[in-house]
């Protein structure tokens, strides 16, 4: 990258809003690990983190879920380190056999939800006993991919506006960012 176009990364970070500190999103965390604890002890869960959003909320979540599971990863992009949504990509399918186990998705962010919903779906069809989904945000607005899409666990809900921090990315910078933001203007 130039230096003006870092300089511009730079100015994104100062000159944005912060939404939630990092002690409010390290608290929504830990709720968020109890109550997933709560409903998936006992069932010898599969929990994937979809990259690369993921990254950031999947390893926060994993050390507090004191229970027997496996945790892998699988990698869809739909936004490409852009700020608007395309087509699902498929970068990296999940290694892990699933089939007739419960499978939690943990993601960063459910904004429109084609990226859940498209995982959903492929997890139920190569035969999930149940699919559940974690995401550390939901975002606001009337834009769902379907009416009912909701995940089953949520950390924090966020304005309509465009957020990095926590795993979640500004072209590609900030998923560093140790709290949620939302980018000035936007
Ligand atoms: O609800 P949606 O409108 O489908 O958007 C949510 C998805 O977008 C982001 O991924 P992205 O495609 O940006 O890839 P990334 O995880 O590498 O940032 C985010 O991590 C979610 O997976
Ligand atoms: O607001 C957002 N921020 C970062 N990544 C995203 N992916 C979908 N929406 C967003």
Not at 23 to 31: F, M, T
Not at 101 to 120: F, K, M, Q, W
Not at 147 to 171: N, P
Request: hydrophobic share 40%; with cysteine; charged share 25%.
């Amino acid at each position: 990258m130039s230096q003006t176009d870092i300089d511009h990364i730079k100015k994104i970070y100062i000159e944005a809003d912060l939404l939630y500190s990092e002690s409010e999103v390290e608290a929504a965390i830990n709720k968020m690990a109890a109550d997933i604890s709560a409903a998936l002890a006992e069932s010898d869960p599969v929990i994937f983190t979809i990259m690369n959003g993921g990254l950031v909320i999947g390893g926060k979540l994993l050390t507090k879920l004191n229970f027997p599971l496996e945790a892998g990863y699988m990698h869809a992009t739909r936004y490409r380190n852009t700020t608007s949504g395309h087509d699902l990509e498929w970068k990296v399918a999940p290694m892990i056999d699933f089939s007739g186990r419960p499978v939690l998705i943990v993601d960063d962010i459910l904004d429109e939800g084609h990226t859940l919903a498209e995982i959903i779906s492929f997890c139920h069809q190569k035969g999930a006993s149940s699919v559940q989904t974690a995401v550390l945000v939901n975002k606001l607005h009337d834009r769902k991919a379907s009416e009912d899409l909701k995940a089953d666990f949520v950390g924090l809900d966020v304005e309509d506006r465009y957020i990095f921090g926590y795993g979640m990315d500004y072209h590609g910078y900030w998923r560093n960012a140790p709290g949620i933001f939302a980018v000035k203007g936007k």
